[in-house]
């Protein structure tokens, strides 16, 4: 599948890259990007959640009624569970909610992902680029000439370019990662994926070894 490579002011540069057909033509998984999905997501969790079970709760712990004659249920303390203010039962506790994944079965989502935005059509390819100083107007100027300013977008840089993401981390719906932090949820989660021409070649290299 050969892509143009265009400028990231709009123009065409004459050139094409043709997308590896081992990355981008493959036929896709979809019960791995689902876990690979699941697991970026479980990940993202803290995990910090806590109740109070009736040993941790402070309170009397006076019999609060004689055992019997009451014509009601026994009860011996006012932490108990039935009560307002009492613990909880089984209540959520602090725990990990990451797990590991195969590494060939994340390659194989990555790549399935890819091939899913090369069937829709959603890659564009943009020429090697940097801005002088971080400045909003100018990223915002680079999507409206490539047409996706109304869109989720996924810029993958070659290199970190602290310019580059300094302008683009407050606009809404405008993503930024190099090449070798790409994964699936990202790709999947963007209208257009937006490869810098250098993070082409990179995830080549880092999908096929």
Known sequence: MD???????????????????????????DHAIYLDVKQYLANQRQGTHKSKERAE????????????????????????PIFKGGGRVFGPQP???????????KTLARKSALTYKAKEKSISIVEDFS???????EYINMLNALSVADKKTLLVLGELDKNVVLSGRNIKNANIVTAESI?????????TLILSESSVEKINNLLNN
Do not use: M, W
């Open 3 to 29: 892509v143009a490579v265009v400028k990231h002011s709009g123009e065409d540069t004459g050139r094409k890259i043709s997308l590896a057909k081992e990355v981008y033509s493959i036929e896709p998984n």
């Open 57 to 80: 709760i402070v309170g009397s712990t006076k019999k609060i009624k004689k055992q019997k004659g009451t014509g009601t249920a026994r009860a011996g303390s006012i932490k108990s």
């Open 95 to 105: 725990r990990d909610y990451s797990f590991k994944l195969n590494k060939k079965l």
């Open 131 to 137: 801005f002088e100083a971080p400045k909003t107007k």
């Open 183 to 191: 994964n699936t949820y990202h790709v999947l989660n963007a209208d």
